[in-house]
């Protein structure tokens, strides 16, 4: 199966390419890039494909079948429409888009042209993640009625000023780039309940003084910009219920708390589990009058190795894959009901 890179930046070199070059039944014909010397750079690393600067050149040739978009948020939209319109199957980099108005876009071209279109929500590919839900799905929890979630660091803004701060580009800041992973694995673990109201608030303070903001390190720090824009979240907090369990939140890319606290803990009448973000889980309950609990030790395989290998299956199955736009349309759901409510300061009603 030939396939496109579409972006040549951070994810593609760290897992789609590496994942794509592991499989087998996939071959990369091309590599496109808005900055011709990235693209270049990808052939002459990997040894294999062509250099391209615009996209179009990926989806006119009939050779291919499916890309890879990895771009910056702005661009998920209308590549992955333009692809699919081409007839090529697509895995769209996380979010779907930087609005629910646009991922919906999305939805109705995957729909009218009966292309692929799964979002790289690559967390429901995880080994950890996928035992978790066995053990919701097979009552070990009991009811699940409440689950926490916390993706919180100290001072850790991503390239101050540049494309990940720009709302233009990006569409929102910490809870769209590191809220989206966390919120949709408790989507996928509690099987994707539907959201029913959100209440949030986000907040833009640390990192709008940009000349005097003050790091440890700082991630992406090749594309800061301090003559730049700042215009989005580095921390967001709020209340999600569902159909299933009552969903809150605490999130930052920055705050004045020197501890980094990515977990998540699944609240059930019968048990309960914290998943450490990235990592294990540990699961707590009660047997015979004791008090117990227990990490599952696990062979566990690279997940975008999992998602890429799937998503190559699908294309010659057809299968529907939990990471479809059709499922994971709800998480971009609540990624903007959080942003209206904190806009209107109010509740929304979905």
């Known amino acids: 199966m030939k396939v496109g890179i579409i972006g ?4 593609a070199n760290a897992a789609h390419i590496p ?3 592991a499989n087998p039944d996939a071959e990369i014909k ?21 250099a391209v600067e615009d996209y179009h050149t990926v989806l006119n040739d009939p050779e291919v079948e499916a ?51 799964n979002i790289g929500v690559v967390n429901r590919f995880n080994d950890n993640v996928r035992l978790i839900k066995k053990y919701i799905d097979d009552g070990k929890l ?8 916390s993706f919180r660091a100290h001072r850790s803004i991503p390239g101050l000023g540049g494309a990940f701060t720009t709302k233009a580009i990006a ?5 769209i780039d590191w809220g989206v992973h966390f919120l949709d694995i408790v989507m996928y673990c509690c099987s994707d309940p539907k959201p029913l109201t ?39 907090a709020g209340i999600i219920r569902t159909e299933g369990p009552v969903i809150t939140f605490h999130g930052a890319w920055a705050q004045n708390i020197g501890e980094s606290e990515m977990y998540i803990d699944f609240m059930g009448d019968k048990g309960g589990i914290r998943l450490t973000y ?39 199955t057809r299968e529907k894959l939990p990471s479809s736009i059709e499922t994971v349309i709800l998480t971009q759901q609540i990624l903007q009901a959080i942003y209206d409510s904190s806009e209107r300061h109010s509740e929304i009603k979905l």
């Open 19 to 21: 994942a794509y070059m």
């Open 67 to 117: 890309v890879s978009i990895c771009t910056p948020n702005y661009a998920h939209k209308q590549i992955a429409v333009d692809a699919m319109r081409a007839g090529k199957d697509v895995l769209c980099e996380k979010p779907s888009a930087r609005t629910l108005d646009e991922a919906n876009e999305m939805l109705r071209v995957h729909n009218e042209t009966g292309r692929i279109l």
């Open 171 to 175: 569409g929102g800041g910490a809870l």
């Open 198 to 236: 959100v209440s949030g608030e986000a907040f833009c303070k640390l990192g709008k003084d940009m000349p005097n903001y003050v790091y440890k390190s700082m991630w992406a720090e090749n594309t800061k910009d301090l003559n730049g824009t700042y215009d989005v979240d580095d921390s967001v």
């Open 278 to 316: 990235g990592s294990t889980f540990k699961f707590y309950s009660t047997e015979n009058g004791a008090l117990i609990s227990y990490t599952p030790e696990i062979r566990t395989r690279d997940h975008f190795r999992n998602e890429i290998d799937a998503f190559v299956r699908d294309v010659k």
């Open 8 to 11: 040549c930046g951070t994810i």
């Open 30 to 50: 091309y590599f496109c890039d808005i900055i011709p010397e990235r693209a270049k750079e990808a052939v002459e690393k990997y040894g294999c494909g062509i």
């Open 142 to 149: 009991g009811e699940v009625y409440h689950v926490y979630v």
